[in-house]
Nanobody, 122 residues
Framework: QVQLVESGGGLVQPGGSLRLSCAASGRTFSGYAMGWFRQAPGEEREFVAAVMWSSLNTYYADSVKGRFTISRDNTLSTVFLQMNSLKPEDTAVYYC???????????????WGQGTQVTVSS
């Protein structure tokens, strides 16, 4: 079955960096969008970034543009989210997802990982 397994979350000080990984398995993801979403307590899940598995086109939320970078390693079947200049408002559970629809829509994603906690605090 399809599995998306996130790792790399943790506690970091404001201004610091983290790299999240999403190991994907169980099917061919050609044509899929691989997205990162996040959800803070009491908030809706929101789009962060996405990369097209085949074309490598990338998309970002305005709130992370210039600070976060999404990439994909085909050999490892892994999607990465490099997060720099982290802010307290980036604190959330981060989820990896795969889907075929519009990349910014939560409902377009068919497969989801279990999430990894990112906490930005001094």
């Amino acid at each position: 079955q399809v599995q998306l397994v996130e790792s790399g979350g943790g506690l970091v000080q404001p201004g610091g960096s983290l790299r999240l990984s999403c190991a994907a398995s169980g099917r061919t993801f050609s044509g899929y969008a691989m997205g990162w979403f996040r959800q803070a307590p009491g908030e809706e899940r929101e789009f962060v970034a996405a990369v097209m598995w085949s074309s490598l086109n990338t998309y970002y939320a305005d709130s992370v543009k210039g600070r976060f970078t999404i990439s994909r390693d085909n050999t490892l079947s892994t999607v990465f989210l490099q997060m720099n200049s982290l802010k307290p408002e980036d604190t959330a559970v981060y989820y990896c997802a795969a889907g075929l629809g519009p990349v910014r829509l939560t409902t377009a994603y068919e497969y989801w990982g279990q999430g990894t906690q990112v906490t930005v605090s001094s």
